[in-house]
């Protein structure tokens, strides 16, 4: 079965910190923009599904979603969001993707070559990596919530294809066409979930040189902050050390 790098668990700890700031609204506006331009009604799109499921899960109001949906599909104004996939190779050579919408292809790619070659990495070219990777639908629920015999029972009865213990939380891993699926049985059984989304998964995962810990955790903070990122995935699998300390 797929790797899954402890990034993805530290990722969802800092995107409660996001939330916050308001950070995590903006991304998943960006998501719903774009998602609404191949429908906007979510029981159509599945995308977008998935994206006003995300955006209520953090308490999104129902108007911002609203508008956000109109502007995907035209009936409102805003500048024209496009999705853009950067791939590349972080210091000690464990990959990394980012997704990214934006208003301005030429800054985006500029600004992550330098975060890329600062950092002692390098960007890519399209689908260096990528076969690195797998789409799959990813349910971070909070260790404490239930107990690995009840996941299994649940998730595995739904269409999900693997449950993976992290320690403070587990992961429930499924083709994309089953996410809905899995999601809504989850929901049934009243294991609530930290976050629920198809994104990318590493095929297999890997360490670097500890002399290179450190500066891949910070590019991986640095690319993930950045204001036209939506997505970062890697197949770095940080030790528990690197883990407390970014903790």
């Keep these: 079965m797929s790797g899954h790098s402890k990034w993805h668990t530290i990722k969802h700890k800092k995107a409660a910190i996001d939330a916050k700031r308001g950070k995590v609204f903006t991304r998943l506006i960006k998501e719903i923009v774009i998602a609404a331009r191949s429908g906007g009604d979510p029981e159509m799109n599945p ?10 899960a953090v308490s999104m109001p129902s108007d911002n979603i609203k508008r956000a949906i109109m502007r995907g599909t035209g009936e409102l104004e ?5 999705e853009v996939t950067y791939e590349g190779y972080g210091p000690g050579g464990a990959a990394i993707i980012v997704e990214c919408a934006t208003d301005n292809r030429v800054r985006t790619v500029s600004e992550m070559r330098h ?4 950092a002692g990495g390098n960007l890519g070219e399209p689908n260096s990596v990528a076969w690195m990777f797998e789409r799959k639908s990813s349910v971070v629920i909070e260790g404490d919530k239930t107990t690995e015999d009840q996941l299994m029972e649940v998730a595995l009865e739904a269409g999900a294809d693997d449950v ?3 320690g403070e939380t587990w992961v429930v891993l499924s083709a994309p066409e089953a996410h809905d699926a899995v999601v809504a049985a989850l929901a049934q059984a009243k294991i609530s979930t930290l976050s629920a989304e198809v994104g990318l998964v590493a095929k297999n995962t890997m360490a670097v040189e500890a002399k290179h810990a450190s500066g891949m955790m910070r590019l991986l903070e640095q690319l993930e902050d950045h204001d036209d990122t939506q997505n970062v995935y890697t197949n770095y699998e940080p030790d528990e050390s690197t883990v407390e300390a970014m903790a």
């Design 47 to 56: 995308r977008l599904r998935t994206a006003v499921t995300a955006a209520k």
């Design 78 to 82: 805003g500048a024209t969001i496009e």
């Design 115 to 118: 975060m890329f070659s600062k």
């Design 164 to 166: 993976q213990n992290h």
